[in-house]
């Protein structure tokens, strides 16, 4: 299909040693040609490697969760009717709209959907704030500390991520750790009702994605060239205002990245909203699997999913799309 | 290169009553046990361009750097117009620096860059617009005001480092190698322009740069120093002309050195037997040094001169015989390297007032290398 050699014809002429001018000159045009009919052919074959990844791991699953969004449940297995019946040499196409009405008639899902932004998105800030300056520091420590403080940062996710939110459980339940050292303290007097409540999950989602905030700001305020922050000196600026006016905006990119990495995820998060929070905790994550294994309601599951996924999806498209617009724009200029 | 034409009013560093609006006070920095610089004191006047010419790993970025604040001396004291610097944080000094690598904002238009330090001042806006745009036209950047700087060529970038060091007016501008990013003819023209802008504003410029050649031409002195330590300081003529070690000899422009004892001195004339010529150096300007001290003659290649005729042998002065080895044509003016019959091989430089086809000496002549009492100078050190 495609070639990253070039094809046989070619070679007699590029293993003839150099015969009279003329001939030197028709090759050298031949090889062009042929140069300027592999570029392109070489850039689409690297093209396909993620058009193909897409294609299998997002596309083909999509479209069978939309598939399922657009039948109707039944008591079978798999628990839904087929799009297509073929009956009497009439193929039927049923398309059932019925679980997206009824995601819109019923309020459960507008308010789980909200809550799950507003929790995602609160974590995400506190994500930010946390994770800014821990990233500076270790992009500012002595280089022989960057390591073992990075490695720090990573070194939770060598166990498994559900050990780690039951450890939650532990320090946060009512006799748990947190309490006890409180008390001790005297801080407080009687134990504080955490677990099962949205602070847990706040506290559960913030330390379980911190990382992923973490990691794209060192990478972005590391590169960053401190002779700029000199310069900015030198003009007069004093370091607070050097860090507003040069650094900030130059990890803009580390906060965008690690602000998506960390709000995409947690709006869907349904493990830390199911093990530690409590009934007010409503997340569309926890919602969608419900839906799933105990109503065992596959068609109106995969609606809350297609729905989340447009809601989330489409913007941030638009986001980028935007941006890169921009940046085009402001190359060409 | 072309050397710009300064006016000579009194030198201020020959004024006692002048003040100097720099003082370095025997500075030292170390970096760990390594020492930079090594006890180094300087006074640079109101309106100077000073250089400070050395190679690589001299010393001169760690110095410049001590004036802007961004290093502190491990010992001595720095004053700026008078007041002692020690302490005071790079923004709040009187000093703005260009740096070698620009250091622009890349998230910055030109105009927002060359602004940045006049906001940090709270200038009001309009008298910023003005300002900067001022500026922008002084290096011819007016219509460029609008991109970013990786949208400009590298001298262009470089112009805007100077505007941006420039626009708030400073008493005091460090330059780090403004213009060894650029090609020949572009840093010959920036060169003009750099000293042209340094007497229309009358700042004091300090410039750091290992290029001989652009010290020699945009400077009011240069600072010539070494592993740390200043070698000498004077004007770009004394400098060439009296250098006062075989180092600053050698480090600026090409020079002949004779190894020799001093044999005869008078007040009047020395004379100085090498084994390296075959004649005795007759030097015609006095020089402090007693009979029998061990001391280098160096002679500039363009102040010896060769030539068919001429008498040489022993028991005359200043005149030896060689062979001409290589010839090199540099257009206006040609390079000769003679062999001498002791084995030392001499340059000398000739303008071409002949043309190439006519030139009367070539490869393997017997010559004589002639110069005259005045040409060389005495070195001790
Ligand atoms: N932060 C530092 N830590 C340790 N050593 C340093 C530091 N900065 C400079 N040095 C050393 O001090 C010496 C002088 O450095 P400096 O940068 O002043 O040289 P320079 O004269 O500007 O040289 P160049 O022409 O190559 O720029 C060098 O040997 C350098 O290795
Ligand atoms: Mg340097």
């Known amino acids: 299909m495609i070639q990253a050699s070039p094809p046989p014809a070619a070679k007699p002429a590029a293993a003839t040693p150099v015969a009279a001018p003329p001939t030197l000159a028709a090759r050298g045009g031949f ?21 193909f990844w897409l294609l299998l791991f997002f596309l083909v699953p999509f479209g069978i969760v939309l598939k399922i969004s657009l039948s109707e449940a039944a008591i079978a297995m798999p628990p839904y009717e087929p799009l297509f019946a073929w009956a009497e040499n009439v193929l039927t196409l049923r398309l059932n709209l019925g679980n997206y009405l009824f995601m819109l008639e019923d309020s459960l899902y507008a308010v789980a959907y909200l809550n799950s932004l507003k929790i995602a998105a609160l974590s995400t800030l506190m994500c930010l ?3 800014y300056p821990m990233a500076y520091a270790i992009a500012r420590a002595a280089p022989e500390w960057r390591s073992p403080l990075l490695m720090l940062v990573i070194l939770p996710f060598w166990t498994s991520f559900l ?7 532990g320090i946060l339940k009512q006799e748990g750790l947190l309490n006890q050292f409180l008390l001790w303290l005297g801080v407080i007097d009687a134990p504080l009702h955490i677990l099962y409540s949205e602070t847990a999950v706040y506290i559960g989602i913030v330390y379980s994605y911190l990382p992923f905030m973490i990691l794209p700001l060192y990478a972005t305020l590391e590169k960053l060239d401190l002779t700029l922050l ?3 000196a030198d003009l007069g600026a004093r370091p607070w205002k050097a860090f507003v006016s040069v650094t900030l905006p130059l990890s803009l990119p580390g906060v965008i990245a690690g602000s998506l990495l960390v709000f995409i995820p947690a709006v869907g998060e349904f493990v830390i909203p199911s093990l530690l929070g409590g009934p007010d905790a409503l997340m569309i994550g926890t919602v969608l699997w419900n839906e799933f294994s105990a109503n065992r309601d596959w068609p109106v599951a995969s609606a809350v999913a297609i729905a989340l996924l447009l809601l989330l999806v489409v913007p941030i498209m638009i986001f980028q799309h935007q941006q890169g617009k921009q940046q085009a724009a402001e190359a060409r200029r | 290169m072309v050397q710009p034409i300064r006016k000579t009013t009194l030198d201020p560093w020959q004024d006692p009553k002048e003040e100097p609006y720099v003082r370095i006070e025997k500075v030292t920095k170390k970096f760990g046990d390594f020492v930079a610089v090594d006890d180094v004191s300087l006074n640079i006047y109101r309106k100077e361009f000073f250089s400070l010419l050395g190679g690589s790993g001299s010393g001169k970025t760690t110095l410049l750097r001590m004036l802007a604040g961004f290093e502190t001396p491990t010992e001595g004291r720095i004053f700026i117009d008078g007041v002692d610097m020690t302490g005071v944080p790079p923004y709040a000094r009187p000093v703005n620096m260009m740096f070698q690598s620009y250091a622009l904002f890349p998230h910055m238009s030109v105009e927002q860059n060359v602004a940045f330090g006049l906001k940090q001042d709270h200038v009001p806006k309009d008298e910023t617009r003005r300002r900067v745009a001022e500026v922008l036209d002084l290096v011819q950047l007016g219509p460029f005001a609008k991109r970013r700087p990786h949208q400009l060529s590298g001298g262009q970038r470089q112009r805007v480092a100077l505007a941006r060091s420039l626009v ?19 840093r010959e023209r920036t060169a003009f322009e750099l000293v042209n802008i340094q007497e229309q504003v009358g700042v004091t410029f300090v410039m750091v740069t290992h290029d001989q050649e652009e010290a020699m031409t945009m400077s009011s002195r240069i600072a010539v120093m070494n592993t740390g330590w200043i070698a000498q300081v004077g004007t770009p003529a004394q400098v060439y002309e009296y250098p006062g070690s075989r180092f600053v000899a050698g480090f600026i422009g090409d020079v002949n050195l004779f190894e020799g004892i001093v044999v005869e001195e008078e007040p009047d004339h020395i004379l100085v037997r090498s084994d390296e010529v075959a004649c005795d150096l007759y030097i015609s300007h006095g020089a402090v040094v007693p009979r029998g001290a061990k001391v280098a003659v160096a002679i500039r290649p363009e102040k010896m001169s060769v030539s068919k005729e001429g008498a040489a042998g022993p028991g005359t002065r200043n005149a030896v015989v060689g062979t001409v080895r290589e010839i090199a044509y540099l257009g206006q003016f040609s390079t000769y390297l003679v062999a001498l019959d002791t084995g030392k091989t001499v340059r000398v430089t000739m303008p071409n007032t002949n043309r190439a086809a006519e030139m009367p000496i070539t490869w393997e002549d017997r010559v004589v290398v002639s110069w005259r009492p005045l040409a060389g100078v005495v070195l001790t050190q």
Do not use: M
Request: hydrophobic letters at 50%; charged letters at 30%; proline letters at 8%.
């Open chain 2, 168 to 186: 708030k007016r400073p008493k005091l501008l460090l330059l780090d190698e403004p213009l060894s990013a650029l090609d020949k003819r572009l």
């Open chain 1, 230 to 232: 000199e310069a900015a």
């Open chain 1, 163 to 169: 050990i780690r939110v039951y450890a939650w459980i």
């Open chain 1, 129 to 131: 704030l946390l994770g």
């Open chain 1, 31 to 51: 090889q062009r040609a042929l140069r300027h009919r592999l570029l392109p052919r070489g850039r689409s074959l690297v093209t396909v490697v993620p058009v």
